[in-house]
């Protein structure tokens, strides 16, 4: 029993239930043996595949913050370009207006030109048919009044006379 104690005065585990150096030892041995296989056969390669995941997941981070500052700038851009088409297609209708205007103007103005030629053209006509008519009136006055005069004098009237009588006629009605 002594030599019991005596082993156990040495042994600063013996509290622990370690009673014998040997089973410990060998048991500590085996332990850091698979602590060792453990951290390069199970370990290393899950801590690079967890490292690995992080990276990934890092830059999938980075891509989206980029994608994100990419599609802002790209909404901006279609933003800008869709006040510029906007600002354009307004001059363009601008324009258009304008020119519809002044197409409107000058087709008034030419309708105006025309609607005056028409109607200087219809006096003219007019005139002439007036022109015609009194010539007409005339002549019939003339013929009217060479009659009269044959009938009041009782005699036929000559060529000559019936003209002198027409131009006296007509020369009265002139003035």
């Known amino acids: 029993m002594l030599n019991l104690i005596a082993d156990q005065a040495w042994n600063p585990f013996a509290p622990f239930g370690v009673t014998s150096w040997e089973p410990f030892v060998a048991n500590l041995i085996a332990f850091i ?7 390069y056969l199970a370990f290393k390669p899950i801590q690079n595949v967890l490292e690995k995941r992080r990276r990934r997941i890092e830059e999938g981070e980075e891509m989206r913050e980029e994608s994100e500052r990419q599609l802002a700038s790209v ?4 933003h800008e370009m869709l006040v510029e088409a906007g600002e354009k297609g307004q001059e363009k ?7 519809a205007a002044r197409l409107l103007e000058e087709q008034e103005a030419e309708a105006s030109r025309k609607a005056e030629e028409i109607v200087k053209k219809a006096r003219q006509l007019a005139e002439l048919e007036q022109q015609k008519e009194r ?39 002139d003035s």
């Open 93 to 99: 209708i601008d324009a258009a207006k304008a020119a």
């Open 75 to 78: 909404k901006e851009q279609t």
């Open 33 to 39: 043996l698979m602590v060792v296989i453990l951290r």
């Open 135 to 173: 010539e007409a009136l005339k002549e019939q006055f003339g013929q009217l009044v060479a009659l009269a005069a044959a009938q009041v004098t009782g005699k036929m009237l000559t060529e000559e006379d019936q003209r002198r009588i027409n131009r006296e006629a007509i020369d009265s009605l």
